[in-house]
């Protein structure tokens, strides 16, 4: 049987994504990457995931530095993915305000009446 040396190329990789993009339950997303993945790695990866929403925050370099304790190496590979990369993180942090902002719409208990108002309002608002 033939080795295969690079994974990318063998369409593997690509069922991977595929793979996530299918499974819906974030539950059974977890499942899937505990098994996939060593402790260490899911660590790792969130970690860079952690990096990634302070730098979104505005915090500097020597703040984040103190703050998780990871190597500068790691820090300064995510700041350089955030400027420079394919905008992966970016769709993340941008799934992560989009879901956010949906938890927030939840918690407010909009009965009809008060939708109604709402409405009413803003229609009286733009006369």
């Known amino acids: 049987m033939k080795k295969i ?21 974030p ?8 098994d996939l993945l060593s402790p260490s790695e899911v660590s790792m990866i969130t970690q860079r995931w952690v990096i990634s929403k302070l730098f979104n925050k505005g915090w500097t370099y020597d703040k ?8 500068k190496g790691t820090i300064n590979r995510i700041y350089n993915i955030l400027h420079r990369g394919k905008g992966g993180f970016t769709i993340g942090l941008n799934v992560l305000r989009e879901l956010k902002e949906i938890e927030e719409v939840k918690k407010k208990e909009y009965t009809k009446s008060n939708l109604e108002r709402y409405i009413d309002r803003r229609i009286k608002k733009g006369k």
């Open 64 to 71: 984040i530095v103190l703050k998780i304790g990871a190597g």
């Open 27 to 34: 539950k059974e997303i977890q499942k899937f990457m505990n």
């Open 5 to 25: 040396k690079r994974f990318k190329k063998s369409g593997s990789e690509k069922e991977l994504w595929q793979i996530l993009a299918e499974i819906k339950d």
